[in-house]
């Protein structure tokens, strides 16, 4: 073991590094869920579960937190 594995402030890096490679993997898979919104909603509307213009509210709101979601991973890989 190397003497720097042993300070508390080495300890409290990689614990934090570790949280935020866990929260990287969550906005992965809700990106990726947010992907299947659009296409689900295109189906509903067809099937005519949803209003004509509900799918491109559902596209425009997927977008902005596609924004959102890619910022938030971004200053965390930074």
């Known amino acids: 073991m190397f003497q720097f594995e042993k300070l508390a402030v080495w300890k409290k890096a990689i614990a934090f590094a570790d949280q935020v490679s866990s929260m990287s993997r969550f906005?992965?898979?809700g990106y990726g869920s947010r992907m299947q919104v659009v296409p689900l909603a295109q189906v509903a509307r067809q099937q005519s579960f949803l209003h004509?213009?509900?799918p491109n509210s559902l596209r425009t709101a997927a977008g902005e937190l596609a924004r959102?979601?890619?910022?938030?991973?971004?200053?965390?890989d930074n």
Request: charged share 25%.
């Open 27 to 29: 906005i992965e898979i």
């Open 52 to 54: 004509d213009d509900q």
């Open 68 to 76: 959102m979601m890619s910022g938030l991973k971004s200053s965390l």
